[in-house]
């Protein structure tokens, strides 16, 4: 699923998995362990991961999950928004279809370009501080770009709010796994998994609300404020409540401690177990030195010195002995979220012009013919409507010929109600796949289920194209849409078994990275062929997953780190 996509991106953050046994957290919890193993009665000395045991699983953790799942969700909202946004605004901004594929893409590429940087600022001010900042930023720009007058202004806050959505989207599980012992880490990331995957079904929804109603506020310039333009505010909703709501819960003590600030880092455990437990008397007097972290074992951290960081992890990935698994994930899911991304965002186009050519045209069609036929429909009023103006001589004047040809040659601007109600199951589609694959990956082996889906969606996705009952066309686009949202995170689960400790987290950030740019080219290439070379689209794309089970067959069965 897409949220799936952004669980761990940088390789400088390291929430360690293992801690100690709850019978020693007990022991370390009432006095310090001596070298011999003997505890001894002269203080309260205990490492991180006990501590964090010690505060309990309760009432922080469950607001903790909640506000982390309304971040992220405002996250995804916030890059899958602009499909219903494209038909809506096609004729009040004069958008082409390429116009729609460089504002689908656009904010991926800012989501690109400010990943690492977002890494180096919160292992260098902190968690909460910088998504708290990226949050509220977003707003500010959604806010203005619900008021842009034009397509390349419209362009550039996108690129913003994908630069704002990027920290929040990968930073939200590191800070929500800092604050859980290894066991509870892991339900509150599946249970945050839940809650951000009903944004596939919150969006529709929220789209069929708001994008219908037809009313016009006078703005500026002549432009109107439209429905589309409250849909884009409205989206924001979600990062600003876990925006202000984060101002409640503290800094990351995992961050704080690494950091050497270890009195701020246990006064944030003693709050955790007061809330949590209604007590004030935490047992915990003092914490050892965090020494997993790559933060805690060096003194300097500038830029340079982080950069210097990752280029130690990223090197070793682009040399034997793991090369090839290197290229191999980062391959497979640049073409799995290439093509995720690409359909996902142009469905409501697709399904648009599927219903519209149906009015026009009733019985079956290919979701090409209807894509051909609306758009000949539209260029012969066109056409019409200039003879017609000749005729009675409007054309003397060509401001006159310009403001009558405005309104009727723009047939775009509405989204028919079946696109919303296609959207909602496949929504649905999308929340069940991920609990449907994780009850049979163990029967069929990790590599096994990811290469069956890959090949399945491949030829779905081509089928897509020759199929033209309108049910047919959504069926098929919901096994695409569900499986490859599936394989987003199962994928980075194998690459957790090809590389070592020291190793992994740096290679599920590059894996991931190469999704995101993946979902730029997806969503560009689709734009761009979908008027003159809408066969190509399907069959490009299908081919691309068809390569990935190829691929995937080069995998190990399972990986020798896998334990």
Same mark, same amino acid.
């Given at each position: ?381 066109? /056409?019409?409507?200039?003879? @017609?103006?000749?005729?009675? $001589?409007? !054309?003397? &004047?060509?401001?006159? +010929?310009?403001?009558? #040809? ?125 008027? /003159?070379?809408?066969?190509? @689209?399907?069959?490009?794309? $299908?081919? !691309?997953? &068809?390569?990935?089970? +190829?691929?995937?067959? #080069? ?9």
């Amino acid at each position: 699923m897409l949220n799936k996509v952004f669980r761990i991106f940088r390789g400088t953050v390291h929430i360690s998995d293992i801690g100690a046994s709850p019978e020693k957290a007990e022991k370390q919890a009432n006095g310090k362990q001596s070298q011999d193993g003997t505890v001894a009665e002269s203080g309260a000395t205990t490492s991180f991961e006990d501590a964090v045991k010690l505060t309990g699983y309760g009432k922080f953790n469950h607001l903790l999950m909640l506000v982390c799942g309304l971040a992220i969700m405002g996250a995804i909202m916030e890059m899958i928004d602009i499909g219903y946004v494209l038909p809506a605004a096609e004729c009040d901004l004069k958008l082409t279809q390429k116009d729609k594929g460089v504002l689908g893409a656009i904010t991926y590429i800012g989501i690109i370009c400010s990943a690492h940087a977002w890494g180096v600022l919160a292992d260098t001010t902190g968690r909460r501080r910088i998504m708290i900042r990226a949050l509220l930023a977003d707003v500010v720009v959604s806010t203005l770009a619900c008021l842009a007058p034009n397509f390349w202004t419209l362009v550039v806050l996108r690129f913003c709010n994908g630069v704002c959505v990027s920290a929040p989207a990968a930073l939200a599980y590191a800070y929500l796994g800092e604050f859980n012992t290894p066991p509870n880490r892991n339900r509150a990331i599946i249970l945050v998994g839940f809650i951000t995957a009903c944004s596939a079904i919150i969006l529709p929804g929220l789209a069929w609300s708001v994008l219908p109603m037809q009313w016009s506020l006078p703005l500026y310039a002549g432009m109107g404020f439209r429905s589309w333009r409250l849909f884009i505010l409205v989206g924001a909703i979600p990062a600003l409540l876990s925006g202000l709501l984060l101002f409640w819960f503290p800094e990351s003590p995992k961050f704080l401690l690494a950091v050497g600030r270890r009195e701020e880092a246990l006064a944030v455990l003693r709050r955790v177990y007061a809330v949590n437990t209604g007590k004030d008397d935490f047992p915990v007097r003092e914490l050892t030195e965090d020494t997993s972290s790559v933060m805690a074992n060096t003194t300097d951290r500038s830029f340079l010195a982080l950069m210097k960081i990752v280029w130690e992890q990223t090197a070793p990935l682009f040399r034997p002995p793991y090369l090839l698994h290197t290229f191999l994930v980062c391959f497979i899911q640049f073409g799995n979220i290439a093509s995720a991304s690409g359909l996902l965002m142009w469905l409501p186009e697709l399904f648009n012009y599927q219903a519209k050519y149906g009015e026009i045209h009733p019985g079956a069609a290919t979701i090409c013919e209807a894509v051909a036929g609306v758009l000949a429909a539209e260029r012969n009023a066109s /056409s019409v409507l200039v003879r @017609a103006t000749r005729d009675v $001589g409007v !054309v003397a &004047v060509s401001s006159d +010929v310009s403001a009558v #040809l405005q309104e009727p040659s723009c047939a775009g601007g509405t989204i028919l109600t079946q696109v919303y109600i296609n959207a909602l199951i496949i929504g649905v589609a999308d929340a069940i796949a991920p609990v449907a694959g994780s009850l049979i990956v163990n029967s069929v082996g990790k590599r096994n289920l990811l290469i069956v889906c890959m090949w399945v969606t491949g030829v779905s996705a081509i089928a897509v194209n020759f199929v033209g009952s309108y049910e047919a066309i959504l069926a098929l686009a919901c096994v695409v849409i569900a499986l490859t949202g599936m394989c987003i995170a199962h994928i980075s689960s194998i690459v957790v078994d090809l590389f070592p400790t020291n190793y992994r987290a740096m290679a599920v950030s590059l894996s991931l990275m190469f999704g995101r740019l993946g979902s730029m080219v997806g969503n560009f290439i689709f734009g761009s062929l979908l008027d /003159s070379y809408c066969d190509a @689209a399907f069959y490009f794309f $299908g081919g !691309v997953l &068809v390569l990935n089970g +190829v691929f995937g067959c #080069l995998l190990p069965k399972r990986g020798r780190f896998a334990n």
